[in-house]
């Protein structure tokens, strides 16, 4: 029986082909101006091509702004989302424009970006021209107003909502109006109203403190909303409208996660009001405005699969329009359990998307997927450092056009020696292209160092990555051979050799007498730990390890040299990890050199001020970094290629492994 994930529905006057969607992501894709260029085309192209039926291109905005979002105000952009809209019908795939609104002055806040850029542009002009007096002028002016105007929008994301007069709201509706309508001549399918940002902070009894017509009481908060909706159909009859439906939902702890939108109850009286008003689906989604993207995108181990789906079920029931889940749900076998169960309606996969563009096609060939790991590292990352996403398991993201997996033009046999991330990617590669791959893994099992990155709390999921290859590479004619160490003599048989042979934990570089130290990589694979430990190392490693064994009840202190712990962990989980050293009573030393250890005790200084610190410990552990394993290259008459941990001067993160994996073996 076919899957219902891959069955039809209708939304609106749109047929969807299938229930899987791309929802809104900030992509960082698009041009400086907002346009859909090359880059984000072939992104949004290539999700098409892998059998979505439906996508929602985040954070549109009717208005200029200074964010790295798209934009559709003006009547000159409609041909580039014409081509968006082609590009993707070519394939049967929707497309909808989340339009949405921030809470700031945009306006206000513009005109004071110009005058500080003008004011730039001024003093370069004096400087140019040796009028040093004037320049010194010109540049303190443009300072100024700048952190002005970072001051008004500091204090607009708060208050904005309250503070906005009739008149603004009115003026926001209409460019909201008036980009619907550029939308529907350039082809677009759908409108998403983004329900978060400025509509969510109206609806919420949380930020919502006026006292007119927009404020008090529900039918007040969400009156804005509504007539946003109004507008829309008004400005472009022919297009579906959807609704992204913000929830603020109850932690463990009972408190509450996300402040704009509406708490369950509310939710769900609204989502009957918004189908009575003509909406065609309504997403069901967690509030935002906490300052922590994780919040709404979560990492791994943090909540429960599909959170939010106690909510988006209470609104089926409802409602009878369609309701679209997003958030976590990471395998086929999940959507379709949420589908079955009539739970909901369509399943957004966002980040599993970047994951594997190819789901639908997937679901239905029955090829494995490559399941998301929730890790936060390249996406959710990425959207707060103001930077284009891409997942750490896809090398491919951002640069469809020019990266995918060519067809050998003659098959080879290659061998891949190491089993950690990066050679069993390189297999991936090389065996899709059509070479002969034989990998060999001198241990019993695959994995590498993932299997160590596993053990911390709240990572069991990264071992996803693993086991997506362990069902990929037999299916692909792999021959994996554990146990087996690739001499030269096994390897110089082959036509090409990729490298993987990964790294090892480096040795302490300070004097050690008479202590007992053990590896961070000794203590994540189970190693026998007791008493007061002390980790020399903050990075992500060893603030990891100290998680680790905090939470097997033991005493820890982490010692680091630099002045912040964990520096290269996700923005979304590192409060996780510091609510996890709080509660355990992790002491953090940071600034602090160790100059030797003896008897068990570190003898270290604090470089900020030079004062001596004496620590006891009962178990010392080593995390101070990797070194890579050298491989002898001139040992083999076939090509060798290195990549991951062992092919650059700084051992590979995830990401790093992957890209110099795939890029390796494509080459061949």
């Not at 069955?7 to 041009?31: A, D, H, S, W």
């Not at 969510?200 to 529900?218: E, P």
Request: aromatic share 4%; net charge negative.
């Amino acid at each position: 029986m076919e899957k219902k994930l891959l069955q039809p529905i209708q939304v609106g006057n749109m047929t969807l082909k299938n229930r899987v969607m791309f929802p809104p992501l900030t992509t960082g894709y698009e041009e400086r101006d907002g346009s859909i260029g090359p880059r984000s085309l072939a992104f949004y192209e290539r999700l098409a091509k892998g059998g979505v039926s439906y996508v929602v291109i985040g954070d549109v905005a009717p208005v200029r702004t200074a964010s790295p979002t798209p934009k559709l105000f003006d009547d000159a952009q409609i041909p580039n989302y014409k081509q968006l809209a082609d590009t993707l019908h070519a394939y049967d795939c929707k497309v909808a424009l989340q339009l949405f609104y921030p809470e700031y002055d945009v306006p206000g806040v513009g005109r004071m970006i110009m005058q500080a850029g003008a004011a730039r542009q001024a003093a370069a002009a004096a400087k140019a021209s040796g009028d040093e007096a004037v320049a010194a002028e010109k540049t303190a002016e443009a300072e100024k107003i700048t952190r002005e105007a970072y001051a008004k929008l500091h204090h607009d994301m708060q208050h904005f909502v309250s503070e906005a007069t009739v008149e603004q709201l009115n003026q926001i509706k209409a460019l909201i109006a008036a980009a619907a309508a550029r939308a529907e001549k350039a082809g677009i399918d759908a409108i998403e109203v983004h329900g978060d940002r400025l509509l969510g902070s109206l609806c919420s009894t949380i930020l919502n403190h006026r006292t007119d017509a927009y404020g008090g009481s529900f039918e007040n908060r969400t009156r804005y909303a509504l007539e946003v909706v109004a507008a829309i159909k008004e400005a472009a009859p022919s297009l579906a409208v959807e609704y992204k439906l913000p929830v603020v939902t109850v932690n463990e702890d009972g408190s509450l996660r996300g402040k704009g939108g509406l708490q369950e109850e509310e939710a769900l009286a609204f989502a009957q009001l918004l189908e009575k008003a003509g909406v065609d689906m309504i997403q069901v989604a967690q509030a935002n405005h906490t300052g922590n993207m994780g919040d709404t995108i979560p990492p791994m181990g943090s909540v429960p699969y599909n959170w939010t789906l106690p909510v988006a079920r209470k609104a089926r029931a409802l409602v009878s329009i369609p309701i679209a889940t997003v958030g976590r749900v990471v395998s086929v076998e999940a959507g379709e359990k949420i589908l079955q169960d009539g739970d909901a309606d369509v399943i957004g996969y966002g980040r599993s998307l970047l994951a594997d563009p190819d789901i639908a096609n997937k679901a239905a060939s029955g090829e494995c997927i490559r399941e998301c790991l929730n890790c936060n590292k390249g996406c959710v990352d990425a959207i707060q450092g103001r930077r284009y996403i891409s997942c750490v398991l896809n090398a491919e993201n951002g640069d469809e056009a020019t990266v995918f997996i060519r067809p050998a033009e003659v098959s080879k046999k290659v061998a891949v020696i190491g089993g950690g991330i990066a050679g069993l990617e390189a297999a991936r590669v090389a065996a899709k292209r059509g070479h002969a791959v034989t990998l060999f893994e001198k241990s019993d099992k695959l994995g590498g160092q993932i299997v160590l990155a596993a053990a911390p709390p709240r990572k069991s999921e990264i071992l996803r990555s693993i086991e997506y290859y362990e069902k990929i590479l037999p299916t692909l004619g792999v021959d994996i051979r554990l146990n087996t160490e690739a001499t030269p003599e096994l390897v110089n048989g082959f036509d090409h050799c990729i490298a993987a042979v990964g790294a090892h934990n480096m040795e302490l570089p300070m004097p050690v007498e008479n202590s007992r130290v053990v590896s961070s990589w000794d203590v994540l694979s189970g190693a026998e730990v007791s008493g007061r430990c002390v980790v020399l190392g903050g990075g992500l490693v060893g603030a990891e390890t100290a998680e680790y064994l905090a939470n097997r009840g033991l005493q820890v202190t982490i010692v680091e040299m630099m002045d912040k712990i964990a520096a290269t962990e996700s923005s979304t989980v590192l409060p996780l990890m510091m609510g996890d050293f709080t509660a355990h009573q992790v002491q953090q030393l940071v600034n602090t050199r160790v100059d030797h250890i003896r008897d068990n005790v570190i003898y270290a200084v604090n470089t900020a001020d030079q004062t001596e610190i004496t620590l006891e410990a009962d178990t010392i552990v080593n995390a101070l970094g990797s070194r890579k394993n050298p491989v002898d290259t001139g040992a083999f008459t076939c090509p060798v290629k290195l990549v991951g941990d062992c092919s650059g001067d700084r051992t590979a993160d995830i990401a790093s492994a992957i890209r110099t994996a795939y890029h390796a073996a494509n080459a061949i």
